[in-house]
């Protein structure tokens, strides 16, 4: 039975029309404020993981705020328990209309497995009008940014079949290794990719494997080096040509076996720089 009644000046401020109206001012950028009505934090594990650089939801206008006052949206964790049902209403009604609340999970949509509980009183939608549910035990950062942007708006929901029917086990990396063995691009990258992060690793990537194919015999461990070593010397950048050395060292070298002297020195002067 809904224990709280909506005050009817937040009720007619929240109207579907007025609702659509804000999608359409929030929808490159919104605030969200979170609200733990009781979550084990498995939720929060994942939103704090969700707002990290390696998912970068602020490239879909996502911003976490610390006042209900400034959010547009009220993101709801956990079953509403007993000691959190008036701190929720708060938030609830501190918040700007019109306001779109979101419960996350499975305990924000049902109450979960605590839904008969004691302490507990029910799922979010009970106690406050919800417009978005985002299922999952917990969400993963992923569903938790898309379902948060396909509920807004900002990204069309766009379903299609897609058949691995005649995939094989484990698709290469690559059609074609440079040395005969795909594990070589795959630990390369990944290399470069620790190196200089997700962008820039991948340009260091074609970087190095297009001065590597320079060489003319890519297992010609003399050849490589010199052709490492002319690349690096013509590098604009120095951050990229000290990796390009440093994939050399500690990635070549660990497929095609390398005397000590075929190892590039990290030392500029010595590369012409």
């Known amino acids: 039975m809904k224990t709280y009644v909506v005050p009817q000046e937040i009720t007619d401020a929240n109207s579907l029309e007025q609702k659509l109206e804000l999608l359409k001012h929030i929808g490159r950028s919104f605030s969200v404020y979170r609200i733990d009505c009781g979550s084990c934090n498995g939720c929060e594990i994942e939103i704090f993981a969700a707002i990290t650089p390696m998912w970068d939801p602020e490239r879909f206008g996502f911003k976490l705020v610390a006042n209900p006052r400034h959010a547009d949206i009220l993101l709801c964790t956990g079953p509403v328990t007993r000691q959190m049902y008036y701190p929720l209403l708060r938030a609830y009604e501190a918040a700007p209309d019109p306001k779109i609340v979101v419960a996350l999970g499975a305990c924000g949509a049902t109450g979960g497995i605590f839904y008969d509980a004691y302490s507990v009183l029910s799922g979010i939608d009970k106690i406050i009008p919800v417009d978005v549910y985002i299922p999952g035990c917990p969400p993963h950062p992923a569903s938790i940014i898309y379902g948060l942007t396909t509920a807004l708006g900002v990204m069309e929901q766009r379903l299609q079949k897609v058949s691995f029917e005649h995939d094989s086990e484990m698709p290469p990396l690559v059609k074609d290794s440079v040395i005969g063995n795909t594990l070589f691009e795959r630990d390369l990258l990944v290399h470069a990719k620790r190196l200089m992060s997700y962008v820039f690793g991948r340009k260091l990537y074609d970087k190095y494997l297009t001065a ?57 002067v010595e590369w012409g720089q």
């Not at 590597?212 to 070593?229: E, P």
């Not at 690349?231 to 660990?254: F, K, W």
């Open 212 to 268: 590597l194919v320079k060489s003319g015999n890519v297992k010609d461990t003399k050849a490589t080096k010199i052709a490492i070593t002319e690349a690096m010397s013509t590098e604009a950048d120095p951050r990229y040509a000290e990796c390009l050395g440093i994939l050399h060292n500690e990635v070549y070298t660990q497929y095609i076996p390398c005397d000590e002297e075929d190892k590039i020195s990290l030392h500029r």
